[in-house]
């Protein structure tokens, strides 16, 4: 957790107009709620990575991320972010998503950045509801964008 959080804010620090930057994640990714939810009634939950610690330190959430990493980084500065969990989680919280069936979409709750940021991601074809029991046969296979090759 803190290994990570480390690299997330050297990679952030000092990025200048022209810089091109990289971050890869692979393991597992998860979903907790999120506590800063707008409307309490529904429910709304953050995608995380699961760092190696989870226990003690607990999970990153995407809203750490976006904070720590792509928020910090100014225009003309290039960010791409290839996240592979057998969980899909994207984990930067930008404001739009290419869905192969639909489209670009936009978030409904979109954060617009000055940097160029993309995130590479899968999402299960299969992917349905995420029930504790769909969610132990995704855990069985490797992480979705690992498999794609």
């Given amino acids: 957790h803190r290994n990570i959080i480390a690299g997330l804010r050297w990679l952030a620090h000092g990025a200048a107009p022209g810089d091109a930057l990289f971050f890869h994640f692979s393991g ?8 800063d939810a707008a ?12 760092p190696l610690d989870v226990q003690q330190e607990g999970q990153i959430t995407d809203n750490q991320i976006y ?3 792509v928020r910090p980084l100014p225009a003309g500065v290039r960010l791409t972010t290839l996240i592979d ?11 739009f998503l290419c869905d192969p069936r639909r489209g670009w979409l936009q978030d409904p709750n979109p954060h617009h950045v000055e940097c160029d940021a ?6 299960p074809e299969d992917e349905g509801a995420l029930t504790p029991q769909r969610l132990g046969e995704l ?8 498999s794609a090759f």
Avoid: K, N, Y
């Fill in 28 to 35: 597992h990714g998860a979903q907790q709620e999120d506590p």
């Fill in 39 to 50: 409307d309490a009634d529904e429910e709304a939950l953050d995608d995380a990575i699961v």
């Fill in 67 to 69: 904070e720590l990493l």
């Fill in 85 to 95: 969990c057998v969980v899909p989680c994207s984990c930067v919280d930008l404001p």
């Fill in 118 to 123: 993309i995130c590479l991601s899968a999402v």
């Fill in 139 to 146: 855990r069985q296979r490797p992480g979705l964008v690992t």
